[in-house]
């Protein structure tokens, strides 16, 4: 039941991500110092919370990273790269559209994984889940005609977040090949802070370095409530409950980030995009359960 009730914490945390990162847009900070600033204070935070839980433990963290190759190095720097690029379009998107549709449209990341999957790793979607995958995409559609019309939103934050989509995408894909001697929480601690170098080095070109006082606790909510509190506490779960089981969780999170944006900022979504945002979590359920059947057969 404990591992559950982690799983359920998760959800809470990374769902109010989004209105987090709007809260800190909105209190005068810019994407790319949110981005820097999440990842910064996440590495922070996890160095000591790492070396706490390594009581007990016969090897340390940095000698986890010493058994990476060269290769699994460079796929870690695809990764890190793919996670920052991710963090800026996400973020920048939040600037222009509702933190529903983007959250919703985020979430789309697994189809962007199937796509690239059966393109280059000639992994093909299962039959049993392509239903879902379309029922998916009529549901971004929706979100983006909503934007079109002009009820809400703006369409070109709905395509920063499907590119945010892509680039979660390819850093899941990255990380697969990276991660496979090393231990979650030395792995975790190096992404965070090879992203936060690589998000330092964009800052020249992505607006330069803006945050207040009030967006750094904003900042400092995103890294230790929806990074460590929420990401992490999937990882830990993932050794009592499947990855399934997290999958459906995370589907969860548009909801939430709905909810606390309903609270925090009164944004109450329109009509379409209530409907379209629905048909995106129907579609992404329909295609988890495809693809479980898939791998029962």
């Not at 800190?24 to 981005?35: D, E, H, R």
């Not at 395509?159 to 231990?183: F, I, Q």
């Not at 929420?230 to 980030?257: C, D, N, Q, R, W």
Request: aromatic share 8%; with cysteine; glycine share 10%.
């Amino acid at each position: 039941m404990s591992s559950y009730l982690l799983v359920l914490l998760g959800v809470v945390m990374v769902s109010y991500s989004g209105p987090l990162v709007k809260g800190g847009l909105l209190a005068g900070a810019n994407p790319a110092s949110m981005a820097f600033t999440r990842m910064l204070l996440a590495a922070v935070l996890l160095l000591p919370l790492m070396f706490i839980r390594r009581k007990g433990q016969s090897e340390a963290p940095i000698r986890t990273l010493r058994r990476m190759t060269r290769t699994q190095w460079l796929w870690s720097l695809a990764a890190s790269g793919f996670l920052a690029v991710h963090y800026l379009t996400w973020m920048t998107s939040l600037d222009a559209t509702s933190t529903f549709a983007s959250v919703a449209l985020v979430c789309t990341q697994p189809l962007f994984v199937a796509a690239v999957s059966g393109l280059i790793l000639k992994e093909p979607i299962p039959r049993k889940a392509l239903p879902g995958a379309a029922v998916a995409l009529v549901g971004a559609a929706l979100i983006g005609l909503n934007s079109i019309t002009g009820q809400s939103g703006d369409i070109g934050g709905d395509l920063l977040a499907l590119a945010g989509a892509a680039c979660m995408a390819g850093h899941w894909l990255c990380n697969r090949y990276a991660r496979r001697t090393v231990e979650a929480e030395p792995f975790a601690l190096l992404l965070y802070a090879q992203t936060a170098l690589l998000l330092l080095l964009m800052l020249p070109f992505t607006g330069g370095f803006r945050m207040t006082g009030t967006a750094w606790l904003y900042s400092f909510g995103l890294a230790a409530g929806s990074t460590l509190l929420g990401h992490m506490m999937f990882t830990f779960a993932l050794g009592k409950v499947s990855a399934t089981v997290v999958s459906f969780a995370i589907l969860g999170e548009p909801v939430g980030a709905m909810l606390w944006s309903m609270l925090m900022f009164g944004e109450i979504p329109t009509p379409l995009l209530l409907i379209g945002g629905a048909v995106v979590l129907v579609g992404l359920t329909l295609y988890l359960v495809g693809s479980m059947k898939n791998e029962k057969v």
